[in-house]
């Protein structure tokens, strides 16, 4: 006996939902990989905080002639209240050098290298430390001492 059902005409199943009602699809369920060491995280936040470290720093403490920089403005907090307490540290002031997210997301998404997001981001930590009156005591672009900077 021949079937004469039209195959455009069938039901096709939806992905299973999550809790929360969303789709699953198969990004959403496999673990985050770092492209560059394919190290694996349990959460896209941290292979993206990962890969950061991969990049100069970003933040740097707006004090005067303060040449520290790092990564996370919970470490400038604490980096603040040992090195400035005689200051009110500035909450609203950004004290970001450049934006590392869209690198890290080209990086992820193997539409740029590391080496290639590294050359941009150094381009513009250049161009800040002009703009910041920094360019003396930011000797190091990338911010980091060579004794904890293996990439």
């Not at 969303?22 to 492209?35: A, G, I, R, S």
Request: proline share 10%; hydrophobic share 30%; glycine share 2%.
């Amino acid at each position: 006996m021949q079937d004469d059902t039209d195959p455009s005409q069938l039901e096709t199943s939806s992905p299973p939902e999550s809790p929360l009602g969303e789709h699953n699809t198969p990004e959403d369920t496999e673990l985050p990989v770092c492209p560059i060491c394919n190290v694996v995280f349990y959460r896209r936040q941290e292979r993206n905080r990962h890969i950061r470290s991969f990049l100069p720093h970003s933040i740097y403490c707006p004090f005067e002639q303060c040449p520290w920089r790092g990564d996370r403005h919970d470490n400038l907090k604490k980096h603040w209240s040992a090195k400035h307490t005689h200051v009110r540290f500035p909450e609203q002031q950004p004290c970001q050098i450049y934006d590392p997210d869209p690198l890290v997301e080209l990086v992820v998404r193997e539409r740029l290298s590391i080496e290639s997001a590294a050359e941009v981001a150094l381009f513009v930590v250049g161009q800040r430390a002009q703009e910041l009156d920094k360019i003396s005591i930011w000797a190091n672009w990338w911010g980091r001492t060579p004794k904890n900077f293996e990439h």
